[in-house]
């Protein structure tokens, strides 16, 4: 079973910071055949990292894609942004292993990359770890459950 439903696309954004970072993730989506929707930026002109930040978790929310990638610098201001959306559990990936666990034991839906501190090959690394690993449920369900306002 896939964690994630494959008929549908996969949303990403981010800011100008991410740029370049979001350019290779949409290289490696590309060479996988995988459907996904850009929400830009389309440029690295300074811009507001909540205009992408928001169209990306409601696209998630609503069930028009099957989970979201999100960069900006640090990636606190996308993931603090995703995370005002009641579906959304938007966690901050730096590494491997916390793709894994944002996955195994948030539930995810939204992984956000700080596209400054993550060296090249990182973010396709983080990425394809979280887009093929499941949720644990159990005991974890019980905590996500909590999570919603």
């Known amino acids: 079973m896939t964690p994630f439903n494959t008929n549908l696309p996969i949303a990403i954004g981010c800011d100008h910071a991410g ?3 979001k ?3 949409i290289s490696l989506l ?3 055949g995988l ?3 850009d929400f830009g930026t389309f440029t690295k002109d300074s811009v507001d990292y909540p205009d992408f930040a928001h169209p990306v978790a409601n696209a998630v929310e609503k069930g028009e894609a099957s989970f979201g990638v ?3 610098g640090s990636a606190n201001g996308v993931a603090i942004s995703a995370n005002k959306h009641q579906g959304i559990r938007a966690a901050i990936c730096w590494g491997e292993e916390l793709a894994e666990l944002a996955r195994k034991h948030n539930d995810a839906n ?4 700080p596209a400054r501190f993550v060296r090249d090959g990182d973010a396709e690394k983080m990425l394809d770890i979280f887009m093929n690993t499941a949720f644990e449920g159990g005991r974890h369900q019980d905590r ?3 999570i919603a306002c």
């Open 35 to 37: 459907a996904f929707k």
């Open 23 to 25: 350019e290779d993730l």
């Open 19 to 21: 740029f370049d970072c």
């Open 70 to 72: 999100l960069l900006c």
């Open 30 to 32: 590309e060479g996988k």
């Open 110 to 113: 939204i992984l956000c990359i």
């Open 144 to 146: 996500v459950n909590k």
